[in-house]
């Protein structure tokens, strides 16, 4: 699979180890900066305390990682979509 994008009039293409090596490379250093990253272990709880209990003995990791990439693709999105404010320390 290969990936087309153009910033400013410059054309770039890369394939999808390129892309996800590119991708883990932004998340390695945005873990390490960014301070909005320490919520990200109760998103995993909140996600993973939606799956039947025995889901994780049924299911290979590759179908776990599925789940939570497209948990986090879908969530990336509707940040972006909308105009999404986080408030922290709130319940609902």
Do not use: C, R, W
Not at 69 to 92: E, H, R
Request: charged share 25%; proline share 1%.
């Amino acid at each position: 699979m290969a990936f087309k994008v153009v910033l400013d009039d410059k054309e770039i293409q890369f394939n999808d180890e390129e892309l996800f090596a590119m991708l883990l490379e932004k998340a390695k250093k945005h873990i390490d900066s960014e301070e909005s990253l320490q919520d990200l272990d109760s998103y995993i709880e909140s996600v993973f305390s939606l799956f039947p209990k025995n889901f994780i003995l049924k299911n290979s990791n590759l179908q776990v990682y599925k789940l939570y990439f497209l948990a986090g693709f879908y969530f990336s999105s509707f940040l972006n979509k909308n105009q999404t404010q986080i408030i922290k320390n709130v319940k609902i």
